[in-house]
């Protein structure tokens, strides 16, 4: 099935734009033929020399010269319009793709979705007034002013022109496609060569194998030049052939064959008004890169945004917390990739406490805990927060009910201070230095947070944890970067805040010692068995 002219999942963001983007079309229509009126005008000085046909030339001219300025400002606002518009619905979407989905996208890709693919769609969006004009509006009325004054035996002229066009417009992209592939392979080849030689150098020596890289090297260099005399012979070669048919001469010689003996205005409108189709097609391939490059950023775009979001939320008060509050979960059933990472687990976690979730890798237990703080949306059951579900509460408040600290967090490049205030913007230094050394860390609140080892960043994200307002606090490994001693006494920091502040403390470990001291464990090693124990422990002894 076709796709659509325009993907509906960008339709929002480009519908305020249309108005100038059709101003611009027209503009840029009313200028093509105000260039062939022009072009008009000198046909009739050649037959007829006089300052009237000398004034409407320069004036259609100047007035084909506005046109264009202006369809180029229209265009470009119309643009303006439409990119600041996607920008911001594709940062409000991606901030709310559920973490499994938003797993799935490199940093890489991310980047190139919200910078090269957009500034992909700038470019089409911007030309698409020239190139219609150039496309459609010029040739049209160009060939019907050619059959008008010389008959249709004038068209003859822009066979080669029209088939040379065709042949570099559609056929030598596909060629050079495939040759560009081949060339890129072998540019990495020669890549991987190079750096095999020169920064294994000293593996290679130790294993005699600085030959080899040396001969894919050569191998590989070997292989470029074939490619690039093949892609000479094949690609290159027909291109300038091409545009050799599109260059006036080619026009001329035609032209003059067919109307040698038709009086000067007929000859000379057959002459300029092929040039006038001709022309154009040598810049067109500019042109319709653009719009190539458009469409398939369009294509990955609207793929991002009609990934499935997580809900708003419509509850725009945060629970209020009590002692009897408490984070809890029934029959939860989490899919990912078609497959049941989490499968019917119930429990109730107790506030006031520290709980434990251990289990072998790939047992579910981030996934929990994505779910627990509304990242993931169940297939089956539910999570609720003081009687209610996870997912009705405000999208921007549920941090402040729960709030989920990933492991191997990182730390935005600014100093200690600003990373900290990410939790309480509102809190003095003081405070600021207590989170930190109850995080076990001893640091100045002055320090670049990017020159801190993987450890010192880990427990900065932890010095957030002691001063956010959150009830329930979700933590995934937060000891695995610390050794065992710091590791125990940020537990026992950890065991008193939940105990002094009644907060509901959740930690994913594959730590034992730190499963042991928890005040109650859920084990994910055999989701199938332990769900009615889970349960048990959940509805009544956890009471």
């Known amino acids: 099935m076709p796709r659509p002219l325009v993907e509906p999942s960008l339709v929002p963001a480009l519908r305020p734009a249309l108005p100038a983007l059709a101003a611009g079309v027209l503009a840029a229509a009313a200028s093509g033929v105000a260039m062939l009126g022009a072009l008009w005008s000198v046909v009739q000085l050649i037959g007829e020399p006089s300052m009237t046909w000398a004034g409407w030339a320069c004036g259609l001219w100047l007035t084909g010269v506005t046109l264009a300025a202006t369809s180029s400002w229209l265009s470009h606002h119309a643009e303006s319009l439409f990119e600041a518009r996607l920008r911001r619905q594709l940062a409000a979407h991606l901030v709310r793709l559920p973490a499994s989905t938003l797993s799935r996208y490199s940093g890489d890709a991310l980047r190139r979705l919200v910078s090269d693919d957009i500034s992909a769609l700038h470019h089409m969006t911007a030309h698409l007034p020239a190139e219609f004009a150039t496309l459609i509006v010029v040739p049209a009325v160009t060939i019907a002013v050619l059959v008008a004054s010389a008959g249709p035996v004038a068209l003859l002229a822009l066979a080669p022109g029209i088939v040379a066009a065709l042949f570099y417009l559609f056929v030598i992209p596909r060629m050079a496609a495939r040759h560009s592939a081949e060339s890129a392979d072998v540019m990495?080849?020669?890549?991987?060569?190079?750096?095999?030689?020169?920064?294994?150098?000293?593996?290679?020596?130790?294993?005699?194998?600085?030959?080899?890289?040396?001969?894919?090297?050569?191998?590989?260099?070997?292989?470029?030049?074939?490619?690039?005399?093949?892609?000479?012979?094949?690609?290159?070669?027909?291109?300038?052939?091409?545009?050799?048919?599109?260059?006036?001469?080619?026009?001329?010689?035609?032209?003059?064959?067919?109307?040698?003996?038709?009086?000067?205005?007929?000859?000379?409108?057959?002459?300029?008004?092929?040039l006038a189709i001709v022309t154009p097609a040598l810049r067109l391939g500019h042109g319709l890169d653009y719009v190539a490059a458009g469409r398939a950023a369009a294509v990955r775009l609207a793929a991002a945004l009609d990934e499935p979001t997580l809900p708003a939320g419509e509850a725009l008060t945060v629970p209020a917390s009590s002692p009897s509050d408490r984070l809890e979960i029934v029959d939860l059933t989490v899919m990912i990739a078609d497959r049941r990472v989490v499968d019917g687990v119930t429990h109730a976690f107790r506030p006031a406490a520290i709980t434990a979730i251990t289990g072998p890798s790939g047992a579910g237990k981030s996934t929990l805990l994505k779910a627990l703080a509304g990242f993931e949306i169940p297939e089956l059951g539910t999570v609720r927060y003081a009687g209610q579900s996870v997912l009705t509460i405000d999208e921007n408040l549920r941090p402040q009910s729960i709030l989920l600290t990933p492991q191997g967090a990182d730390v935005l490049p600014a100093t200690v201070r600003e990373n900290i205030a990410l939790a309480a913007p509102d809190t003095t230094d003081a405070e600021y230095n207590a989170a930190l050394r109850r995080a076990q860390i001893d640091i100045s609140l002055d320090t670049d947070a990017t020159s801190l080892s993987g450890g010192e960043r880990q427990r900065v994200g932890l010095a957030r944890v002691f001063l956010s307002p959150a009830a329930v606090l979700l933590l995934d490994e937060p000891t695995s970067a610390l050794d065992d001693r710091t590791a125990a006494e940020l537990l026992k920091e950890l065991r008193h805040f939940a105990h002094a502040e009644g907060k509901t403390i959740v930690i994913v470990t594959h730590d034992p010692a730190l499963a042991d001291d928890a005040d109650d464990r859920l084990d994910l090693d055999s989701p199938n068995s332990h769900n009615a124990a889970t349960r048990n422990a959940a509805l009544t002894g956890a009471e």
């Open 188 to 274: 990495g080849d020669i890549a991987t060569a190079v750096d095999d030689y020169a920064r294994g150098i000293h593996v290679c020596r130790i294993y005699g194998a600085q030959t080899g890289a040396a001969a894919d090297y050569a191998e590989s260099t070997a292989r470029f030049t074939r490619g690039m005399q093949e892609r000479v012979r094949l690609v290159a070669t027909p291109a300038a052939l091409a545009v050799a048919l599109m260059q006036a001469t080619a026009t001329f010689a035609i032209a003059y064959t067919v109307g040698y003996r038709w009086d000067a205005t007929t000859l000379a409108a057959t002459i300029l008004f092929s």
